[in-house]
């Protein structure tokens, strides 16, 4: 199970950083990721991160403004979110995949939290 928290309201140009707690005690062998998607949109890859951590992956539309990491201990993820932008506007989505499938592939997970809000104003 993925609980995901953090979302709100920010002006352009603010940050937020969402979490999103694991249950199970297999959470070190999965690769995580974020998806978001946005009113009328599919839903799109944001950032994904390797099960010991050690690889990243990110959209090039966030690329130097978001920062993905891992606690496997806490069994939690992170997103960093900075310098945001209206763009960034949409419900975000933590999710699990089996750690040697593609992490930018919205097919490869197959356990999803509940998606938290993020709204930028501008």
């Known amino acids: 199970q993925l609980q995901a928290c953090g979302g709100g309201l920010v002006q352009a140009g603010g940050s937020l950083r969402l979490s999103c707690a694991a249950s199970g005690r297999t959470f070190a062998t999965y690769g995580m990721g974020w998806f978001r998607q946005a009113p009328g949109k599919e839903r799109e890859f944001v950032a994904g991160i390797s099960f010991g951590g050690s690889s990243t992956y990110y959209a090039d539309s966030v690329k130097g403004r978001f920062t993905m990491s891992r606690d496997n201990v806490k069994n939690t993820v992170h997103l960093q979110m900075n310098s945001l932008k209206p763009e960034d506007t949409a419900v975000y989505y933590c999710?699990?995949?089996?750690?040697?499938?593609?992490?930018?592939?919205?097919?490869?997970?197959?356990?999803w939290g509940q998606g938290t809000l993020v709204t930028v104003s501008s």
């Open positions: 999710a699990a995949r089996p750690w040697s499938t593609s992490p930018r592939d919205v097919s490869s997970y197959n356990y």
